[in-house]
């Protein structure tokens, strides 16, 4: 089976006016699981990183500049066609806006709306670390 190795960003923020942590949630906007919601992210290049990895794609996907902080957690699921290994890293915005290039929407969901978008499977596997953040 294919081996696919990714890192995925869990961005944490408190929001200014509730004051409650949340993270940012997208929705994929191609490939066999358009639609699906996800912690952003992509695959690691040879040599990189799942930190550099993840900053590298949050700057391609977001155009933003993010610091991976630490690993959450490391989640492996078997998809149809492939094996998913995907480093979960918490990370803070350093500077940008979140601009969707790549994925058709995003929200920011806190512990009470996390569980209310249809994660894709290997998204769910990390749900309960990122409820423990949150």
């Known amino acids: 089976m294919k ?9 944490l923020r408190t929001n200014p006016e509730t004051n409650k942590k949340e993270i940012f949630a997208t929705q994929r906007g191609y490939g066999d699981y358009k639609d699906g919601w996800e912690i952003p992210g992509g695959k690691l290049e040879p040599g ?3 930190e550099q990895c993840i900053e590298r794609e949050i700057r391609e996907e977001l155009a933003t500049e993010v610091k991976a902080e630490k690993i959450l957690g490391v ?9 998913l290994t995907m480093h ?12 969707l290039l790549e994925h058709e929407a995003a ?7 996390l569980r209310s978008v249809d994660w894709l499977p290997a ?12």
């Open 75 to 83: 989640v492996d699921y078997d998809y149809p066609n492939f094996h």
């Open 48 to 50: 990189e990183t799942p």
């Open 107 to 113: 929200k920011w969901v806190t512990k009470e709306t």
């Open 123 to 134: 998204d769910q596997l990390i749900l309960d670390k990122i409820e423990e953040i949150l």
């Open 3 to 11: 081996q696919v190795t990714v890192s995925g960003a869990i961005i």
């Open 88 to 99: 979960c890293i918490l990370c803070t915005i350093v500077s940008g806006d979140l601009k």
